[in-house]
């Protein structure tokens, strides 16, 4: 019988140990997710003139109006999945985020050369965050979280 409750009790131990792991490694990633976010998000806020001449030219309306709004997405659900605030709303909105701007910014397919080659690697980086967040959707932010305080 004690045996058995010194298997089970480091078996606890074990599990504990993983469970940490898996923890440090959700809060890690999710920062490395997000970095992205937050340099351009910080980028656009500083240059929102030269982020409304950007969607401008490609052809968006109201650029002026997207530009600010774009700057605040990106940088607060940045932070948000960062600190693990609502992250499964935000990992979506980011998911959603990053596809929308493939058909706007990184339409290969209307592309020659050179700037095919680099909106397509632009494009697959978008789609592979997608799977990225979706993950991270489906998982949760772990405990080292604001959801999880």
């Known amino acids: 019988m004690r045996a058995l409750q010194n298997h089970e009790f480091k078996q606890r131990g074990r599990n504990e140990g993983t469970k940490s792991m898996r923890d440090t490694l959700l809060l890690i990633g999710r920062i490395l997710l997000i ?23 490609k052809g968006l309306p109201l650029p002026t109006v997207l530009a600010p709004l774009v700057a605040i997405a990106e940088l607060g659900l940045g932070l948000a999945v960062a600190i693990g605030f609502q992250t499964r709303l935000a990992a979506y909105a ?41 993950i991270l959707a489906a998982v949760g932010p772990g405990r080292y979280s604001v959801d999880r305080a």
């Open 35 to 57: 970095a992205i976010f937050i340099l351009s998000g910080l980028g656009k806020v500083f240059d929102l003139a030269g982020t409304a001449a950007y969607i401008g030219s």
């Open 94 to 134: 980011l998911a959603a985020f990053s596809l929308l701007t493939i058909p706007f910014f990184h339409d290969f397919w209307n592309m020659a050369g050179e700037a095919r080659m680099l909106n397509q690697v632009q494009a697959l980086k978008n789609i592979a965050m997608v799977g990225a967040f979706l």
